[in-house]
């Protein structure tokens, strides 16, 4: 019998025999780590060598009634999670340390205790007195939350087999032990270990169990990639340090829409809901300047108005800079590269810097028309009005695409007292808003009509 493969990428979770720097899976380096199996296993007994019990079968037009749901009454959270808290779910949360998801989940457990649910909360990288003076700082001393700061499974399932709560939060699932598996705490088989057992209690008791994630550098929840498979709901708690704004993101979400976003401001007293974030925003926005586009975006099922800056200037080196904040720096050299192909205008020779104003981060191919006439304000030094708002796709043809749902983008913009948008070409916009739309089928046509060049 071969030998068992005992490496394992933390990135990309692949597999392989021996130990090397780099992974052949995904290209990352110093992510593979040595895994222990978790159990001995069967042996030369195949599994269809012995009966097991035989599955109910269903066709698909068997119905079932929704899962119920409990709201917390914390409307941008209960937004993110689909509705509200559903029953036997497993929710995994990853952010950046500092970033505040400790006092997201300790406000929503409050909220949700105070909705109805027994709450557990359980903090394997803080003791209870650091949680309790958190919780005294946000004004939840009274909420009705359990507190224990435990990193040990086994006793941790015992204490929830006997309690029988509601929601358990899970603060982190990289400090978690199970004591069957011999690696240290935080490896992949810990992780992959604890989130299976915790997955799994969720699942047979009815309980819904909420795990805090760290993340890697590059962003993303750090551990197995197999513990995102496993959940049916996870969260990104965005932001930059430099800003009060805090996004909640959903990038899984098998109980709502997937990419549903809450908004967050930071305050002295713990995070605040933000309605209207298109206005939060934009509030900073001063006069109008060269570099400066509104950009009428979607973030799940709502329409963001976010502000785009550019900056183009001379550049002494040989490569000149490419710096971008929020947006992909990819499809920033694909703007560039279009606008000179076929556009005519070259960026040579100059360094260019894009910006997400408020700590937001665009995924949306609808952004790059506004990037576009960022980068081109800011090279030919022109302002836009500022009552203009941009969206729309580019082509690598240099053809303009119709951005989705442009009506909802429209409304937005008007109910924050713009007047005028610059859109491509057809899409079912239904109305105009009420703005004076100015359309253009490809960019040099764009180019031509904002800034009077071809």
Known sequence: MAKAKSFTCTACGASFSKWSGRCEGCGAWNTIAQETPLSSGPGSKSLGAARGTPITLSDLSTTETPPPRTRSGLDELDRVLGGGMVPSSAILVGGDPGIGKSTLLLQGAAKFARAGL????????????????RAQRLGLSDAPVKLAAETNLRDILTTLDAERPDLVIIDSIQTMWADNVESAPGSVSQVRAAAHELTSFAKRSGVSVVLVGHVTKEGQIAGPRVVEHMVDTVLYFEGERGHQFRILRAVKNRFG???????????????????????????????????????????????????????????????????????????????????????????????????????????????????????????????????????GEISLSGALRPAPQSENRLKE?????????????????????????TRAADLTGFVGEVFGAG
Request: glycine residues 12%; contains cysteine.
């Open 118 to 133: 027994k709450t557990l909360y359980i903090s394997g990288e803080e003791a209870s007195a650091q949680v309790r003076m």
């Open 257 to 391: 829409p997937a990419d549903e976003i809450g908004v967050f401001e930071m305050t002295g007293a713990g995070l605040a809901e933000v309605t209207n974030p298109s206005a939060l925003f934009l509030s900073e926005r001063g006069q109008p300047s060269p570099g400066s586009v509104v950009f009428a975006g979607i973030e799940g099922t709502r329409p963001v108005l976010v502000e785009l800056q550019a900056l183009v200037a001379p550049s002494s080196l040989s490569q000149p800079r490419r710096t971008v904040v929020g947006w992909d720096g990819g499809r920033l050299a694909m703007i560039l590269a279009v606008l000179e192909a076929r556009c005519g205008i070259p960026f040579t020779g100059l360094d260019v810097y894009l910006n997400v104003a408020g700590g937001l981060k665009i995924t949306e191919p609808a952004a790059d028309l506004a990037v576009a006439a960022a980068l081109l304000s800011a090279r030919e030094d022109a302002a836009l009005p500022a009552d203009t708002v941009v969206f």
């Open 413 to 437: 913009a008007k109910k924050l007292g713009f007047t005028a948008a610059i859109a491509p070409t057809g899409g079912k916009t239904g109305t105009d808003g009420g703005l004076a739309l």
